[in-house]
């Protein structure tokens, strides 16, 4: 099934809503089985809910954002999408949207993330270089996330095989500057992939983002050089939860580098010398991300009474909980609950959570 | 219980005579009670197995060994004896003896092997030196072999608080020279250990043996660096067998000297990178060593009828048989199918192997 223009148009409206985060996003599409249909029916929800005021995006921003994609010659790619990266779509939640310039069919082909320190040592950037090109004479593409050091180092190594870099900022946000060239050259030859609008800068929020589309995307994650509390080490938990393995290189505990990849090794990673571990723990067999869910919300009808609404906000707390959890608790049907739940975490009143659980909103 | 004069002098004899491996030693003082039973029944019990000459080492030999010893300040160590480590009585099969020079009582303190590559990095005995002496600090007694590098950094480190070497000739072989200093203060602050006779130069066959003592007396085993093939890994790999923990420091792909750690984390190693890694394997609940087994020969009489030595020779192969698999076959008591393994061992048609196994003698 492809999307028409306007579901398309939708889905991007739906996703640029201040508070309508991922979670959100998925469930929407779900109880509405469209986002034309989540659109038109927004109000209403938001205000049985018991808040007023939908914060929709106005109509003009989205159409500024798709030209200034247009402009810079980027491609949207909205969940749903014939193109949207099968392994992304198993993540819980898949981002809604992805913007992209140059080859985004690369993210289509087997990928593994190659991650680490920004201040790298010699030694750890020939690793990344050499082991991203090991990878891709091997058939995989390389994902990072075109940082200093260690990432440029895997993309360099990539370059001639594929290798799909995705940003903070918007797709036309080059930074660091000092990597301004591997843009070119990867905007040319490889992907350059961001959920932020175009012409957005990177902040420090957009960066946990950012890390889960790069697990996200990848069957592994290999962390190369990272010190102990790093963007490396985040990167690689979220592989972890996503169920995507987990390789790091292991280094001297003289250097300091070294301390992160050692303790993800601690923990289970897989130790990775080369391209042959990756192969290795690739070729065991097992399930890869999250069989799809049946669709909680069939058979609910489009209104919920108020005082269901209530008892479902009246059993939240901020520890969180699961919908079935609930559903339990008050005798109702799950649909019901997580419809209540819907509208609530709209109003502002509960949160959504990924794994199908709620809790109150966070004041 | 103290053992008298005669029967350690016994003792030695017996683990001196060709054809009495470790393994068969253990079942002599188990079958007979004391070493000095089993000579005098040995004649009979070869003589039934099929077998002529007893070949017992010349009382003169024994006694020549006893006199070197004590010109070179040396103490024997037989098994049975009050100060034979703990540790070590765990092992199958526990070695018979062990000749020290200097202080025998750091082997009853807890000890731990560090141990690796003898062409090392300047890093890599950094790495041997500071960990020793942490552990040393921490009350570990630090056990290692005496070779360069690696080794000898072990040692170094640990010789303010204590360190075992061990040797693979005699106590008073000093090899390597260039280890000849370390070698004089060991034997003065430390202990030297060997199983060798005094004035034995260390030959390639020793060294499994000697490998065999430091895993043995130590409750795990450090491997700093080591190549893929090497003694390293060889005493990493027997002191898995003998229930010690492995620990492995990791180290850079680009150095093939981490390769042999590197591997051994594959294995499941215990990543090391200081001494806080060892106290927290140490500190985790399980049983060390192997409950002290029954004595499977209780009961069984002196003398076997020739016809059950048949029987069980008739059953071996040239694969490793449990000898309560024999016993099953032939319907007869353990014991007996023991005492017949026993008797065929030291006539030359059986082999004991470690663990209560026993194989056709290999031609």
Partial sequence: MTLSAAERFARLRLARTEQIGPVT???????????ERALAALPDVIRRGGAHEPPLPPV???????EAGERAGARLIVFGDDDYPDMLAAVDPPPPLLWTLGDAGLMARPCVAVVGARIASAGGQRIARGMSQQLGEAGHVV?????????????TGALPTGTVAVLGGGVDDIYPP????????????????????????AQARDFPRRN????????????VEAELRSGSLITARL????????????????????????????????????VEDVERAFSTLRTLGEPPTDNPFEGVPDALEATVIEQVAALLSPTPTP????????GLPIGTVAAALLELDLAGRAELLPGGLAASATA
Same sequence: chains 1, 2.
């Fill in 323 to 330: 919908r079935d959890e609930l559903a339990r608790a008050l």
């Fill in 25 to 35: 996003f998925r469930q929407l599409l779900e109880r509405f089985d469209s986002a």
């Fill in 178 to 201: 000092d990597n301004a060239d591997l843009y070119a050259r990867i905007a040319e030859q490889g992907c350059i992939v961001s959920e932020s609008v175009m012409g957005a800068r």
């Fill in 212 to 223: 889960r589309v790069i697990s996200g995307l990848s069957r592994g994650v290999i962390v």
């Fill in 239 to 274: 592989a972890g939860e996503q169920g995507r393995d987990v390789f790091a290189v292991p280094g001297s505990p003289l250097d300091p580098r070294s301390r992160g990849p050692n303790e993800l090794l601690r923990q289970g990673a897989i130790l990775c010398e080369g």
């Fill in 60 to 66: 003009e921003r989205i159409e500024a954002e798709l």
């Fill in 143 to 155: 994902v990072s996330g075109l940082a200093r050091g260690i990432d440029g180092a895997a993309h």
